[in-house]
């Protein structure tokens, strides 16, 4: 989009999708090798069912951008794996908010559907680390580097963590 400005909603979408990075990679850097499998009761996912979810919810908004809805639920892949393949749909639902405009989907019901949904689940995983014995740092997330377009493993280094 040479000379124009970017729609002030992409960029703030694309920041959102930064957090999610930044806190998703909080949530999974150094968890117990036997995390993903932590179930807290008979009913309830486990934190590889819940990152597969994560997975899916970017990939669902790749669709929506591209005015399409299309939901897949994905089989768990093994842990390292499901990592793996959060990062990676973090990236191309970047590249499609640089590269696609919303046809039939707002950007808004993109927020607050699939990348709303996807910062809870985050915040679940969070709360399972405890759960299961291998704690995440509570962060002030507003002095967190968080930078649009960094959607990678690769996250800046805390600022402002407390116990």
Known sequence: MTGTSPDPRTELIRHTLATVAYRGAKAVRGAPADFGAYRVGPTSRTPVQILAHIGDLLEWSVWLLRGEHRWHDSDPLPWDREVDRFFDLA?????????????K????QIFQGPIADALTHIGQLTMLRRLAGGPVR????????????????????PRAEFD
């Not at 990236?91 to 046809?103: I, K, N, S, Y």
């Not at 509570?138 to 280094?157: D, F, H, L, P, T």
């Open 91 to 103: 990236a191309r639902l970047d590249e499609a908010l640089l590269t696609v405009r919303p046809t």
């Open 105 to 108: 989907w707002t950007l808004e």
């Open 138 to 157: 509570g962060e002030n997330y507003a002095k967190a580097e968080i930078v649009s377009g960094r959607v990678g493993s690769v996250q800046a280094e």
